[in-house]
């Protein structure tokens, strides 16, 4: 019986925590990541949004993260650690934005 107590207890924590995470997500249009700058948490997943009929990156300048994304395509992240993060486009470097993601 405690056991099955403990388990239950342990699946609604992660289902709550996991609940707590959510999408931010960015287009890019015009050679333009809209918002420029943007608030996340740890956890959060990225979703950038790729409206151009060319291909993007979003590369984080510090290498936390590196996505692709085809033309008319969805690229996506998941946040591992809290600060500020820039990041460009690989094949336009004058893309530039900011994450800030808090703990």
Known sequence: MMV???????AIFLLSSSALAGTVRISTENRNFLPAE????????????NKDAFA???TARGGDFDVNMPPKKTGRVVLKKAGTVAYYCRHHPNMRATIKIEP
């Not at 099955?4 to 342990?10: E, K, M, P």
């Not at 943007?38 to 949004?49: F, Q």
Request: no cysteine.
């Open 4 to 10: 099955r107590l403990s388990a239950a207890i342990a």
């Open 56 to 58: 993007h990156t979003a």
């Open 38 to 49: 943007t608030t996340a948490k740890v956890g959060d997943t990225v979703e950038w949004v």
